[in-house]
């Protein structure tokens, strides 16, 4: 994967090692491969059990861990055994020096944390990620039950908590770990130590909550926020269904968007006679947050009498943010989807060709670096072995053979 | 704020430049400062339209502004005047070999485009934050419709969108914005080569459909996925409310986890029971969450008949990842929260003492850096001129008395 990319990406050069499971690490490690790095996910023989996780194709082939796992190397290793660790180990520690970084979720491995290996790779940057920070177990479930998102989420008098679908947590910790390869090997880079870093899951979630505001909307202002359904907290948003059943999400976040609303939609006139004679501004978000039950009530008999088609119509060439609402079928079946540069056919093995997206980070104007696709399970063990420890040919017909490590995936696939 | 932080921080000697509003891009700036970069936020006079976004503290600070701008440095500028501008473009240009660093959200300023900054700065790292790939604006309320998730979150049977209340699309946008100055950073310190590079907002969003295979799924298996409420596809987990109201949300991932919570429960006779005159395998995901919903109403009757309480005393000590759902109040209430260490009392001018968090990457263990609190906007336009061009007390009085660069925040207030 890695040697179709052109070298000119930005993290050419450098090596990641990865161990990891689930969301989080995996994204942080695609994310690496993606602007450049080699990364090479070591696996226990078999998978990890992300390997099988839904959905899944007719194959049986995970869509989510080849989507998580896009242009990385993979190699399978007994990670069980002494021997496999000390493979393992000298990957890291053999691996040049643009290499020696480790990114993991793995917990109670002692031989993989970073006072281990650091003495086999003295300048060793490792990224452990974690549920908490004193190292307990948690996932995205329980750290957004945690944090109290599900308790403002969802329709307005709907008593229980409302889980997010998106697992934005791992999305997040999956980035702050890049982030923290990232800021390390620069200090490595500049200074030649490395570093350990980690990053938990619940704190990502708390320093969200944090940095949002909504901790301290209850601390200094004593506030519990109320579910709001699909409005916007201090602002004018909210969705609108259409006559023949479409939906749209609408966005009158400015003065200039709020004008553009009333003059498409034909309201002016009465939002404005209202306005007077209740002595509101609804040119400021404040008042128009303040009456948005009685402006989308407005809103909603314009919306109700108008098919989608109608309403795109008077909608286009506004200032106005809004956006239909898709599914994720409608979406593959968007034309929009296909042309967008992120995106681009791939032929996933277990999966077939389809279409799947980059990063979306764009180098330049028009420079996308082609998508990888997933590595079949152990697809690398042979190479990276021979490349960066110098097996022979014979010597890792022996390891394969001892189970030290795993079979290329045609040899598993015959056996 | 910088000047306070350890000068081990990764990104100590980095400068960055943000002309930004609302939250991706202040987010991406945000992590840098916190990574140990300085980072200077450029204002036009009187604020962003970010600066007085809700939450707001009693004397009208916004929460939501002192919360994503922590750590930064905050100047302003008359950004409309000729003056003002090259005042900006000198601040990029003169910025010493660590800087030429450029975070915006900005869109139709031409004279803070790649292509004009780099005439003044030879290898600029400029990386654009924009709603779509092709200029377009859009925000995370429009994006999140667009791209599928309201359709799959909610309460199962519930017929509309939900839209989440987190701004999820906006924290991966500005995570992704950092991660590219980060890795344009170490391309230009190897080639001293800058670039410039974009990330789009709706593109972050579709990336991560695709990333966890919700694309995949409607493209290969066309299959249309529903609301399941607070179940996990494809395994075991759900919330359960307790007998005096409590609510925890549960997670069975592992066969082992899923033992332990029939042993809690009591229940592994009955589901054992049932197992076999189903002909089930309950010890698989597939099978758990293919009767998910027989087996949580096995389990909603032993939570139903338990307080909070005795949940808790049942579920510790067990392997299962469990949580209580908590509202933001909780959270605060919380000693938790206060004993965390990336959690710090700072003390916001407008908003007064208060818990806010750090960066939630540790570096090395226990050592954290101090949380710094947000600037107040203007705070730092005479140091930042003065130490980056020379600017005298005498040129700097002009300049604020001819508006180009905004007056020191207690001089407005005085005013």
New interface residues.
């Given amino acids: 994967m890695t040697g179709d990319q052109p070298t000119?990406l930005?993290?050419?050069?450098?090596r990641v090692l990865e161990v990891s499971s689930f969301?989080a690490a995996p994204?942080g490690g695609?994310?690496l491969a993606q602007?450049?790095a080699e990364v090479i996910r070591v696996d226990p023989l078999g998978g990890a059990?992300d390997h099988s996780?839904?959905?899944l194709?007719?194959s049986g082939t995970?869509?989510?861990w080849?989507?998580?796992n896009?242009g990385k190397k993979s190699i399978t290793v007994d990670l069980r055994s002494a021997e496999g660790q000390r493979l393992v180990t000298r990957l890291v520690a053999e691996s040049g020096p643009d290499g020696g970084i480790v990114l993991t979720n793995a917990v109670g491995r002692r031989w993989l944390e970073y006072g281990e290996l650091v003495r086999h790779r003295p300048d060793l940057v490792h990224v452990q990620v974690e549920g908490h920070?004193d190292g307990t177990?948690?996932?995205d479930?329980?750290?957004?039950?945690?944090?109290?998102?599900?308790?403002?989420?969802?329709?307005e008098g709907?008593a229980?908590?409302?889980?997010?679908?998106?697992?934005?947590w791992d999305?997040?910790?999956g980035?702050?770990a890049?982030?923290?390869i990232?800021?390390?090997?620069?200090?490595r880079?500049?200074t030649g130590q490395g570093?350990?870093?980690?990053?938990?899951l619940y704190?990502?979630a708390?320093?969200?909550?944090?940095?949002?505001?909504?901790?301290?909307?209850?601390?200094?202002?004593?506030?519990?926020?109320k579910r709001?359904?699909?409005y916007?907290?201090?602002?004018f948003?909210r969705?609108f269904?259409t006559r023949d059943g479409g939906?749209?999400?609408v966005?009158a976040?400015?003065r200039r968007h709020w004008a553009d609303l009333l003059d498409a939609t034909g309201l002016a006139e009465v939002v404005g006679a209202l306005e007077r004679s209740l002595g509101a501004d609804f040119s400021t978000?404040d008042d128009r947050?303040e009456y948005r039950e009685v402006l989308a009530g407005l809103l909603n008999r314009w919306f109700a009498r108008h098919d989608l088609a109608e309403v795109r119509a008077a909608l286009a060439g506004t200032s106005l943010?809004?956006?239909?609402?898709?599914?994720?079928?409608?979406?593959?079946a968007d034309d929009l989807?296909a042309s967008?540069?992120?995106?681009q056919v791939i032929d996933q093995p277990g999966?077939?060709s389809?279409?799947?997206?980059?990063?979306?980070?764009?180098?330049?104007?028009g420079a996308r670096a082609p998508v990888a696709r997933a590595p079949v399970l152990g697809e690398h063990t042979e190479e990276v072995l021979a490349a960066t420890l110098g097996f022979s040919d014979a010597e890792l017909a022996e390891l394969v053979e001892r189970g030290v490590v795993g079979p290329a995936p045609a040899e598993r696939t015959a056996v």
Same sequence: chains 1, 2.
């Fill in positions: 000119e930005p993290l050419a050069g450098m969301v994204l695609m994310t602007l450049g059990p996780r839904w959905p194709a007719p995970s869509l989510y080849a989507g998580l896009k920070h177990p948690a996932v479930y329980t750290v957004n039950a945690a944090v109290g998102f599900p308790m403002v989420t969802g329709p709907h229980d908590p409302v889980n997010h679908v998106l697992p934005a999305i997040a910790c980035l702050y890049s982030l923290g990232l800021s390390a090997d620069r200090r880079r500049i570093q350990r870093m980690s990053v938990a704190d990502v708390l320093a969200m909550a944090g940095n949002l505001g909504f901790l301290a909307e209850a601390q200094v202002n004593r506030v519990v926020r709001l359904g699909n916007l907290y201090g602002g948003a969705d269904a939906r749209v999400m966005c976040l400015t978000e947050f943010l809004w956006s239909v609402y898709n599914t994720f079928s409608d979406l593959v989807i967008n540069p992120m995106i999966v077939g389809h279409l799947a997206p980059g990063i979306p980070l764009a180098f330049g104007v």
